[in-house]
């Protein structure tokens, strides 16, 4: 199994930054996609960002320019630099992992908050 842990949220004023931390432990051997997610209250989660273990990235349009993904090499770290907050990104926060062997499932942490006041 993997386990997922984020860090990292909190109560931000708008064009504030946050930087969201995910740590992967457990059987966290062949991942080829890591990303976050996001759920606004009374909304569906929606993909914010994603990043594959070939270098392919993909960004909601909603957030681009303003949050950019990144990983460490050995797959252990993912973190989430959300830059130019809005009111509008307010949400839990998930950060997910998918490996190659079981390529259908997701793995994904407990969630973090993030609040952005006007």
């Known amino acids: 199994q993997v386990q997922l842990a984020e860090s990292g949220g909190g109560l931000v004023q708008a064009g504030g930054s946050l930087r969201l931390s995910c740590e992967v432990s457990?059987?966290?051997?062949?991942?080829?996609?890591m990303g976050w997610h996001r759920q606004a209250p009374g909304k569906q989660r929606e993909l914010v960002t994603s990043l594959s273990d070939t270098g392919t990235s993909y960004c909601a349009d909603s957030v681009k320019g303003r949050f950019t993904i990144s990983r460490d090499n050995a797959g252990k770290m993912v973190w989430l630099q959300m830059n130019s907050l809005k009111p509008e990104d307010t949400g839990v926060y998930y950060c997910?992992?998918?490996?190659?062997?079981?390529?259908?499932?997701?793995?994904w942490g407990q969630g973090t908050q993030v609040t952005v006041s006007s």
């Open positions: 457990g059987s966290s051997f062949s991942i080829i996609n």
């Open positions: 997910y992992v998918r490996r190659s062997v079981d390529f259908t499932k997701a793995y």
